[in-house]
């Protein structure tokens, strides 16, 4: 099955990564929006054209199935999206709400992206959230394992107060797990994780793994290696 996920940039690729780990059988192909991210800061207009163009693009490459791996599109947009296409479209967000009620998780707090908090996507399963708004450029500018990053994570994690589970509602926040693990306890809710346990895809064929990116440098072609562990290929395709 030809899998198309898609994001702002290189946070899609830990829904991917869970994806490839479960289901190694299929081809996917990447779309990440590096010329236009961030997109938790963008307006509802900018992610509506955003999210039809990175849609249209993956069908046009065949997909037969698209994975919205971002926590601010599938917060603001999924209810439309959904009906729009002729395809499936999955969400990251109903399969982590899913997750949470089917184990009631209960003191749970969510860090995520401004407009994802603004939607009010999660506040019927979280009881305190943070709009974080240093963590995607850190993690795009390859600065996790910096002074500046533990910062922001002990402040964000100051501002979120004590909570038993933290839902990484931005699908770039796994990539800071290990550092918010440093400073907390709580335990970290990954979306990917919900969405490839939940995901109705086959699993017969052979493993290829394209990756679009609209804008490319050698800081995301690093990134991109040290976060995916299969052999890939990855193109600039502006949109
Ligand atoms: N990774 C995306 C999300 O899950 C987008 C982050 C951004 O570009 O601001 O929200």
């Known amino acids: 099955m030809k899998v198309g996920v898609f994001d702002s940039g290189l946070g899609g690729l830990t829904v991917l990564k869970h994806l490839i780990s479960d289901y190694p059988n299929n081809e996917y192909i990447y779309f990440g929006d590096t010329f236009n991210l961030p997109y938790g800061t963008k307006s509802l207009d900018d992610l509506r054209n955003y999210a039809d163009k990175n849609i249209n693009f993956l069908i046009a490459e065949g997909a037969e199935i698209i994975v919205i791996a971002c926590g601010t599109v599938s917060s603001n947009l999924y209810e439309e999206l959904k009906d729009k296409f002729d395809i499936p479209i999955i969400d990251v967000l109903s399969p982590t709400i899913r997750y949470i009620k089917e184990n009631n998780l209960d003191n749970v707090g969510i860090f995520a992206t401004p407009m994802t908090i603004k939607s009010g996507a999660f506040d019927s399963v979280v009881s305190s959230f943070v709009s974080c708004l240093l963590f995607v450029p850190l993690i795009e500018d390859g600065k996790i394992n910096s002074n500046e990053c533990d910062e922001a994570v002990i402040g964000y994690l100051k501002e979120l107060g004590n909570c038993e589970y933290i839902i990484l509602g ?17 335990k970290l809710i990954d979306m990917g994780k919900c969405v490839s346990k939940y995901i109705n895809i086959g699993n017969e064929g052979r493993l290829s793994v394209t990756l679009y990116f609209s804008l490319l440098s050698d800081k995301l072609l690093e ?9 890939y290929e990855i193109k600039e395709k502006r949109l």
């Open 170 to 186: 931005c699908t770039h926040y796994p990539l800071l797990s290990e550092v918010i693990s440093k400073y907390s306890d709580s």
């Open 223 to 231: 990134n991109v290696s040290n976060i995916i562990d299969v052999s």
